[in-house]
């Protein structure tokens, strides 16, 4: 004989209930937790220029807009469509927002056509960014004094097989004018006449790939990484609590140590940072940033990767430096004198030709027709040689190892968690938006979860007839009216 265990069945019934919509997103919501710590009232002023006060329909409140915006990175949620679908349904967004259960959500093109009518020519995405920023250094969480800097890729809206080749303009570099003036103190050092002045010649072009599709993209080959048309994401986040504290979109051809001193110098002058350490990777190990570091008093600590030779032949190391004569000693023990010193800031170092093609180390140092060794020296690679040998002090140790922890790491969450893997638009414009709100809702939300943790934040629901009054409940500061909504259970 069996037991028989009645299941119990629930059905819902159609009713009416007076529910308070406070009470239906948990306690603990990470929407709650941002809404408390952070001040979004500064949006309404850094927009008002751009909205007519006597003319057209009553625009969307810019705080709701935002507040849309956020939700889709903070949730990784891609289409705008689906955004609003999401908030319609989700009572969480549509506290966050301040709709109300029966009050109607905006339209998908409301985003789109703000973007493209109001927002395009603006900076109130960076100006968002940057005031995330000064809220998390008044809440202690940023102290700008050891930075971190690197770039991922963001694969752009375009098919990589098509493309046309073009050419395009070299880059020139901004600091020539430092090192002309450098090359010509190092030239009159060593007794060599003036360069003559450049002739006036076309700029010098090269080939690149454009892709049809998305133009502004740019065609990357990286050991590792995969080939197409991307998008890179510059980035610099803060030592102490990992705050991002800036944030640069550029082409994926354009090389990591490019935008970095400039952007260094705008967190300095816009931040008030005092910059005492960075930690970067290998890209940025040039001759220009090294200098630049110690010139600011920066203690600069930068990855290591081994430079390429031709095979068989010696790496450079094999050949010592001696400062006091300036000259360079090969493995044979010969030296090599200096010879002189190039417009691009390279210094040169020649062997004989007559001791070389006698010399059994030959096949090993070099591969010329005419039995001479070169060996060019930057001279500004005493200042390499100097940021180089951080990285093997226990000090620099310590830096190093904690860009896993905080720029690698924050790049992991904006792919796994924040729908950064992929460009959401075309342009760079538009994806420099997508960076920026990016790092901006990671930021609200690692400031939200520290002062959660640390007991700075106090989560309250209304629970009595007396915290239920139109006028009960304090959000974001400030008193704000409170409404019954009624929900209809069928």
């Not at 705080?63 to 889709?72: A, D, P």
Request: aromatic content about 10%; some cysteine.
């Amino acid at each position: 004989m069996y037991n028989v265990v009645m299941l119990k069945t629930h059905k819902a019934q159609p009713e009416m209930e007076f529910v308070y919509i406070d009470e239906l997103v948990p306690k603990d919501h990470l929407l709650r937790k941002i809404t408390k710590a952070i001040d979004f009232e500064f949006i309404r002023e850094k927009v008002w220029h751009l909205y007519c006060a006597d003319n057209g329909r009553p625009p969307v409140d810019p705080v709701v807009l935002f507040k849309m915006l956020f939700i889709g990175y903070l949730f990784g949620i891609r289409s705008e469509r689906q955004l609003m679908r999401d908030i319609e349904v989700n009572v969480a967004y549509r506290w966050f927002v301040g709709f109300t259960l029966r009050e109607k959500i905006p339209h998908a093109s409301t985003i789109s056509q703000n973007r493209r009518r109001r927002f395009n020519t603006s900076e109130v995405y960076q100006e968002i960014f940057d005031e995330i920023v000064l809220q998390a250094m008044r809440k202690k969480m940023v102290d700008g004094r050891v930075l971190y800097t690197d770039s991922t890729h963001i694969k752009a809206d375009a098919n990589k097989h098509k493309f046309t080749k073009s050419e395009v303009r070299k880059r020139t570099s901004k600091y020539l004018d430092e090192l002309d003036e450098d090359v010509e103190s190092d030239r009159k050092e060593h007794g060599k006449k003036p360069l003559k002045p450049p002739k006036d010649k076309p700029p010098e072009t090269k080939a690149v790939k454009k892709s049809t599709t998305d133009p502004d993209s740019g065609y990357m080959v990286r050991d590792g990484k995969p080939k197409g048309f991307f998008y890179l994401d510059h980035r610099t986040v803060d030592a102490k609590h990992a705050i991002i504290t800036d944030v640069l979109t550029t082409a994926a051809n354009i090389h990591d140590s490019v935008p970095y001193l400039d952007r260094l110098e705008r967190q300095i002058e816009r931040f008030g940072f005092n910059v005492k350490a960075v930690g970067l990777d290998a890209g940025y190990f040039t001759a220009h940033i090294c200098k630049s570091l110690e010139d600011k008093n920066i203690y600069g600590t930068i990855g290591y990767r081994r430079p390429n030779r031709g095979k068989g032949l010696y790496p450079k190391r094999k050949y010592t430096y001696d400062p006091e004569s300036d000259t360079y000693r090969c493995p044979a023990g010969e030296t090599l004198p200096y010879r002189t010193t190039t417009r691009q800031g390279f210094k040169h170092y020649i062997s004989d030709p007559k001791t070389c093609r006698t010399c059994t180390h030959l096949t090993q140092c070099t591969k010329s027709a005419n039995h001479t060794k070169i060996i060019t020296r930057h001279i500004w690679q005493e200042s390499k040689d100097r940021v180089d040998a951080h990285r093997l002090t226990e000090h620099g140790k310590r830096i190093y190892a904690r860009r896993k922890e905080t720029v690698e790491r924050s790049f992991a969450d904006a792919k796994e968690l924040h729908g950064h893997r992929y460009a959401k638009r075309r342009g760079l414009k538009k994806v420099n938006e997508q960076t920026l709100l990016c790092a901006a809702v990671q930021n609200m939300k690692k400031m939200a979860l520290h002062l959660y943790r640390a007991g700075s934040l106090r989560l309250k629901i209304a629970s009595t007839p007396l915290d239920r009054a139109l006028w009960g409940l304090q959000k974001g500061g400030c008193w704000v009216k409170l409404e019954y909504s009624l929900l209809f259970v069928e």
